[in-house]
């Protein structure tokens, strides 16, 4: 196993290196640069024209690594792997039109957030069908650190669970907002199911060769998205990621593991919540300069430090690692005798 998860994530990592190493050139030259919205940070305008739709690095590598190194698993007759790549390739497409309606339209604004919402809650809840009739999850609720399953009536559990994917790919999108943030927060993120897979044996075998692959190729997208960024993943990237690690709780059967694991999106969105409520229900006001809440520590929110963007990216990532090694700390003994 210890090979395979290696393999994995070492041809990932050089896959997305290389088609990198062309794809972002392309781009440049089709003219695929984002708008930056105007009401974000004035020095993000120089940002203005940065190629988008980096994302496809990533994806090529992941899938070309679940195809190859995990094609041992398919022939075995698991394809967890495949259904995570998928369902996770579905979210991406939905991205991929979202950000082909920002750059047709020249502006920052995509697909309506209502036709977002409904592609995302269907994917959701056909993935979750489908692993059900498969056979990889229960209804039984898994609880970390009590290491404690509760049973719950499959529709409530359907309905939990397409509001935990919605919210996890749409938490993800939010992260996407600095130079290497979604990429550097996730990475511990795949880290955590790479072991996980480690942990629990050769059952797990296909979506550690997922996560290793994912963790290898935001490792190789990093060396174009990190600051100053030459390419931004887009939606096309951030909703396939958000996508990815939603599917890996749930084909792990172990969903409500996000809640620690996914620490980072949590805060992020958070912010975005509470500071569009405070707002309208104060006519004006705010609790944050700027939300979500990377952009508020960017204008020297609370201590007065403006943190630049290689400061915001080594925190949320070591923020995100210690909430990793928390989560695998509450699923250790979930097989143990």
């Known amino acids: 196993m210890t090979l395979k998860l290696t393999l994995a994530l070492v041809m990932a990592f050089i896959t997305a290196v290389i088609v990198g190493r062309f794809y972002v050139p392309w781009l440049k030259k089709i003219k695929a640069g984002q708008e930056i919205k105007e009401n974000g940070p ?11 739709m980096g994302g496809v690095i990533f994806i090529s590598a992941c899938t070309l690594v679940c195809l190859t190194v995990g094609f041992d ?14 369902f996770a390739l579905v979210f991406g497409v ?11 339209k020249k502006q920052n604004l995509g697909l ?32 970390p650190f009590w ?4 049973y719950i009536p499959e529709v409530i559990y359907f309905i939990l669970a397409a509001f935990i994917i919605v919210g996890t790919v749409n938490a993800v999108n939010i992260t996407d907002g600095v130079d290497g943030l979604a990429s550097g927060t996730s990475i511990p993120v795949c880290l955590f199911f790479a072991a996980v897979s480690f942990l629990w044996g050769d059952k797990y075998m296909a979506l550690g060769i997922f996560a290793s692959a994912l963790l290898g190729g935001l490792m190789g997208f990093l060396v174009y998205n990190f600051n100053p960024a030459k390419v931004f993943m887009g939606d096309t990237g951030s909703l396939f990621l958000g996508g990815a690690i939603a599917a890996l709780a749930f084909a792990y059967d172990m969903p409500l593991i996000l809640i620690t694991l ?36 960017e204008m020297g929110g609370w201590t007065g430090k403006k943190w630049k963007e290689k400061e915001l990216f080594a925190l949320f990532t070591s923020v995100s690692l210690v909430f990793a090694i928390i989560s695998f700390i509450g699923i250790y003994n979930r097989f143990q005798l």
């Open 147 to 150: 290491n404690v399953t509760v």
């Open 262 to 297: 996914g620490i980072v999106y949590i805060i992020e969105t958070l912010s975005d919540i509470i500071q569009v409520t405070y707002f309208k229900l104060t006519h004006g006001k705010r609790v944050f300069k700027m939300a979500p809440f990377h952009h508020h520590l």
């Open 73 to 86: 698993s398919m022939r075995s007759g698991d394809f967890t792997h495949i259904f995570v790549l998928l």
């Open 42 to 52: 004035t020095w993000h305008m120089s940002k203005s024209g940065t190629p988008t």
């Open 112 to 143: 309506s957030a209502k036709a977002k919402f409904l592609l995302q809650l269907v994917a959701a809840l056909v993935f979750v069908l489908l692993l059900r009739k498969m056979g990889y999850i229960s209804t039984h609720l898994y609880i």
């Open 94 to 104: 939905i991205g991929f039109l979202d950000d082909w309606e920002k750059l047709r």
